[in-house]
């Protein structure tokens, strides 16, 4: 895989990641979330998509850089096969205290990259 064209499905995890601060920008809590339907759904397709993203990310780099990756592929296969439900809980957590890491994360690689 070319270089540009991992580093456009790096650059498209940081889109997603503001879509997802943009639409959680008035969540709150988690029953903000719960009951906003129309939010919840926007989250799970950005995070459907950062899976997706991550999907096309080479070895090597998965390997040069260690982090989540196969949870994060593997969220996108709970969101769109819907394996046992969604948990709501699991995915205000990843909200409140894995998306910023993930974001300071792909911009370190994205400069390291340079």
């Known amino acids: ?7 456009f499905f790096l650059n498209d995890i940081l889109k997603e990641i503001k879509n997802i601060e943009k639409f959680t920008s008035n969540i709150e809590n988690l029953n903000d979330l719960e009951e906003n339907e129309l939010v919840l759904y926007a989250v799970l397709k950005a ?3 950062i899976g997706e993203a991550v999907k096309h990310i080479p070895e090597d780099i998965k390997l040069k850089y260690p982090y989540h ?3 994060i592929s593997g969220l996108r296969n709970i969101i769109v096969h819907n394996y046992w439900g969604i948990d709501i809980e699991i995915i205000y957590d990843i909200l409140e205290n894995e998306i910023k890491d993930l974001k300071n994360f792909v911009e370190k690689i994205l400069e390291n990259e340079k």
């Open 47 to 49: 995070l459907e998509n």
């Open 69 to 71: 990756w196969k949870e």
């Open 1 to 7: 895989m070319s270089e540009r064209k991992y580093k």
